[in-house]
């Protein structure tokens, strides 16, 4: 079997090529299903927003052109929620905030510029009759703008227009925007399924009983994590053979039964004696190749595509250290998933180092830190691929090219934000 060697710019290309394998599924889901999804295709707004004209403000319904300095005759309210009858011309009448304007009035005066400035109490008390001499002064034409505080049908957005774009992500505004439209489900990218398989037999579930030598499956879960935030969903499968035909057979179980867009796999590709996922996924039928990325953590990696009933599904294989599981994440599959299935981008800068590091020569070292507010970035824990403690706290991956074998303090150094600044 030959192992490839790659760089890591080689190897996010191969992963990205896989990844364009795998079909976008799309389905109209409910607003709160729908958040934090990219949408799938323009949504066009079914009515107009302001669905009618109406009021900005509390005030006075009336014709610009009966505002001639004479007090008016006040007519009866419109509150918001009325389906208001015509203004008689040459009246004015008290209106609330978002109450349809009435048909041939065409300006608002806030109650503020009345005289007086407040309504009158069968205004106020609706219990009250209306009361036929009560009347108003306003301030005259020239004194207010035409159409001031009405807030025109479609002036926000027109029915017909693009409301929502494909592309964008939903969010509580877009979820807002949505909802003032009368849409309760959005066109979205919604999740594929990837397998996910732990290997090893010292890997054992947690919850489980730890024997001797054996340690808790970190990866399945740190993978399905790094999935779900992705917008992917995932099942996980343990597979607690060292034995390949077994472990072949286990996998081919498991892609029958849940038929994923992507199967991920962790351990078992490295140098050892008894590494199943090499041994087992090396064999002719597929078409999986394993080799070594000039990166550390993250070094040993696998990809290809599975042969199984005439289906080809992607696969990845990560390496077994959690640090490097989750460095392989970051560095290929995020990427790709970005690209093609609308998952968040990771937010890159440049950090000034805060103390010296070393690196090794030929290949890109990507360490775990922490990046304060002022720009300084603070390597935590060493550069050992089991270091589960700093990778918890870190809120940071600091790049070190592979031409560099020491960084000195205050070397600017690509960064990738994996959590908050704080
Ligand atoms: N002679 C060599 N040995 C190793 C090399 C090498 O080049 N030559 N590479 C080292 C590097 S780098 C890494 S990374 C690991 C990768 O090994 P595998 O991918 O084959 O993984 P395993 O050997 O199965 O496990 C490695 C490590 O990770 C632990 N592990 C495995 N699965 C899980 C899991 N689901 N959750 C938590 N921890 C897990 C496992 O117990 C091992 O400690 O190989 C080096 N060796
Ligand atoms: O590359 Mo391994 O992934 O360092 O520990």
């Known amino acids: 079997m030959s192992r490839f060697r790659r760089s890591v710019a080689e190897h996010a290309a191969v992963v990205a090529d896989l990844l364009r394998e795998v079909p976008v599924p799309t389905g109209e889901l409910a607003l709160a299903d729908a958040l934090g999804r990219v949408i799938a295709a323009d949504v066009v707004a079914p009515i107009p927003l302001p669905v009618f004209d109406n009021s900005q403000m509390d005030g006075y319904a009336v014709r610009a052109a009966d505002l001639t300095g004479a007090a008016l005759p006040i007519a009866r309210p419109i509150p918001a929620g009325a389906a208001g009858a015509p203004l008689v011309p040459g009246t004015c009448a008290p209106i609330m905030t978002g109450a349809p304007v009435p048909a041939w009035a065409d300006t608002i005066v806030p109650i503020e510029a009345a005289v007086p400035d407040a309504f009158p109490p069968f205004v106020t008390d609706r219990t009250r009759p209306h009361d036929d001499d009560a009347r108003v002064t306003l301030p005259v034409a020239a004194e207010v703008t035409p159409g001031a505080f009405v807030r025109r049908a479609g002036s926000d957005i027109a029915a017909g227009a693009v409301a929502l774009r494909a592309g964008d992500r939903v969010g509580p505004r877009h979820a807002g925007l949505a909802a003032a439209l009368g849409i309760t489900g959005l066109p979205v990218l919604t999740a594929p399924t990837a397998l996910l398989i732990a290997t090893g037999d010292e890997v ?79 064999a002719a039928e597929h078409d999986v190749e394993f080799g070594s990325v000039a990166m550390q953590p993250g070094g040993p990696q696998g990809a290809g595509l599975l042969d199984i009933d005439d289906r080809a599904i992607p696969l990845l294989a990560f390496p077994g250290n959690p640090v490097s599981t989750f460095v392989s994440f970051e560095m290929f599959l995020r990427p790709a998933l970005v690209e093609r299935f609308g998952a968040r981008a990771r937010t890159s800068t440049t950090a000034r180092l805060a103390a010296a590091a070393d690196s090794p020569a030929g290949r890109l070292q990507v360490r775990r830190a922490r990046l304060g507010v002022d720009g300084v970035v603070e390597l935590i824990g060493g550069a050992g691929s089991h270091l589960l403690g700093p990778l918890a706290e870190a809120n940071a991956l600091v790049l070190i090219d592979p031409e560099t074998t020491r960084a000195e303090p205050g070397a600017r150094l690509r960064t990738i934000l994996i959590g908050e600044i704080q």
């Open 204 to 282: 054992v579930a947690p919850g489980g009983e730890l024997g001797p030598g054996q340690i808790f499956d970190a990866n399945t879960t740190l993978l399905a994590a790094s999935l779900a935030e992705a917008g992917w969903a995932s099942e996980t499968l343990t597979v607690d053979t060292d034995e390949p035909k077994d472990f072949a057979a286990a996998l081919r179980a498991a892609v029958v039964r849940c038929a994923p867009a992507l199967v991920l796999t962790s351990g078992g590709i490295s140098a050892g004696a008894y590494e199943v996922v090499k041994l087992a996924l090396g």
